[in-house]
């Protein structure tokens, strides 16, 4: 008598498996941008931010364009006078309209802060990886030239590099002082960062096949560092901002006839009781602009987190 072996798992059929094929076929991977955009939106507080700052941007780029005043108009009829249809945010105590101020001191703050924090992230980024890669005594001298670093009184040395800048050239003085002192700090942590990337496969492979050094730090190390330089960069501008309203403010950062919202806290703060418009104004602005990018960098923090509650997969 023959026994048949019979299986007790059913026999899938060829139909079933070219439904099975064809599903997996058609699933699709998401790519890593498109995740993590997907992610940023998801986050409400997150478009918020990324709303009030286009909002400001706009704002400082063509909100002059709406005024018949300029920023370096006074209006010598009306000094100090408060909001009206002649002037719609009042005037300072010299007669400057307060909507053209605010217009040019949101562009010059946005400008210090967005060129600051690049620059210092670029430089950050480069120094930080390079004295983690190239290890031994390179490493030993480079962390004691930033401990050493660390210690410079850089506010006072950044004040003294704005004082000596002329022909309005001050702005671009402070952001390059702000940049000067402002990485020191941050290539610290990069540094550490990159210990544990040194050792990875790939970038002993680009070494074993005689790949530059430059050329393994930008092209592998630097990118594999990007989400990090990403939400650094972008919380970075509120730091230089921040900088430059305090350096403005004490009288060593922008000078006139150009301005900077510092300059006009600086300039209302004198005037407060009398004029009270002239430092509110101005501070409501620097606070709106400081909680858009402070929503905007955690919304990046979120969507970049590999555990985020976001579901999706990035290839």
């Not at 007669?95 to 802060?113: E, N, P, Q, T």
Request: no cysteine; glycine share 10%.
């Amino acid at each position: 008598m023959t026994m048949k072996n019979v299986s007790s798992k059913p026999q899938e059929s060829a139909a079933d498996k070219k439904a099975t094929a064809g599903a997996w076929g058609n699933f699709k991977r998401t790519g890593k941008l498109t995740l993590y955009t997907r992610r940023f939106f998801r986050r409400p507080s997150a478009v918020v931010g990324l709303v009030l700052l286009v909002i400001l941007i706009l704002f400082a780029l063509f909100g002059a364009k709406v005024s018949k005043w300029g920023y370096d108009e006074p209006d010598f009829t009306a000094l100090a006078t408060p909001p009206s249809a002649e002037h719609w945010l009042g005037t300072t105590p010299g007669g400057s309209d307060m909507y053209a101020m605010v217009v040019r001191g949101l562009g010059r703050s946005l400008s210090i802060g967005i060129v600051s924090s690049i620059s210092i992230t670029i430089i950050a980024a480069l120094v930080g990886t390079a004295i983690s890669y190239f290890e031994g005594w390179f490493e030993q001298v480079g962390m004691w030239i930033l401990d050493m670093l660390l210690i410079v009184p850089s506010f006072l040395l950044i004040a003294l590099i704005v004082s000596s800048s002329t022909n309005g050239n001050d702005w671009l003085w402070l952001a390059f002082g702000m940049t000067s002192f402002g990485w020191i700090g941050y290539a610290r942590t990069l540094r550490t960062l990159t210990l544990s990337l040194r050792e990875r496969e790939y970038v002993r492979a680009a070494k074993f096949e005689g790949v530059s050094s430059f050329r393994i730090i930008v092209r592998h190390l630097v990118p594999n560092l990007g989400s990090v330089l990403i939400i650094n960069t972008v919380l970075g501008v509120i730091g230089a901002i921040n900088g430059e309203t305090a350096l403005s403010f004490l009288g060593l950062g922008i000078k006139a006839p150009d301005t900077s919202l510092g300059t006009l806290l600086n300039v209302g703060q004198s005037s407060v009781m009398t004029s009270p418009w002239v430092l509110l104004v101005p501070s409501a602005v620097l606070v709106v602009l400081t909680f858009s990018v402070q929503l905007i960098g955690d919304g990046l923090r979120d969507a970049i987190d590999p555990y985020s509650r976001s579901a999706g997969k990035a290839e």
